[in-house]
Nanobody, 125 residues
Framework: QVQLVESGGKLVQAGDSLRLSCAASGRNFIWYTTAWFRQAPGKEREFVAANRWSGHGMTAYADSLEGRFTIFRDIANNTVHLQMNNLKPEDTAVYYC?????????????????WGQGTQVTVSS
């Protein structure tokens, strides 16, 4: 069993940077694929970024992000971060951390077994 707790969401201005964190508990978390998704009001849940377990070290990002976001792990503290730079109003959403044991279909939210409660990010123009 894995539990995920996100933090770091807040109100920021366009152009600002923000780092979200996802603290994980549970055995063997290092072997899980972790990801960030987001959901804006009235929209479907959207893939943001994924990071496979440390041995592979593969990452994937939504094309729409234009290189502004970075996902990375703090293995010692069992934490996954999402560094977001040059934020835009369209980045406003609830951001969710997710984890799964498989190593494929990382962009499909239906593949993820574990989810955090979400953290709100609001970007004002």
């Amino acid at each position: 069993q894995v539990q995920l707790v996100e933090s770091g969401g807040k109100l920021v201005q366009a152009g600002d940077s923000l780092r979200l964190s996802c603290a994980a508990s549970g055995r063997n978390f290092i072997w899980y694929t972790t990801a960030w998704f987001r959901q804006a009001p009235g929209k479907e849940r959207e893939f943001v970024a994924a990071n496979r377990w440390s041995g592979h070290g593969m990452t994937a990002y939504a094309d729409s992000l234009e290189g502004r976001f970075t996902i990375f792990r703090d293995i010692a503290n069992n934490t996954v971060h999402l560094q977001m730079n040059n934020l835009k109003p369209e980045d406003t959403a609830v951001y969710y951390c997710a984890a799964k044991r498989t190593q494929d279909r990382d962009r499909d939210h239906r593949q993820y077994e574990y989810w955090g409660q979400g953290t709100q990010v609001t970007v004002s123009s």
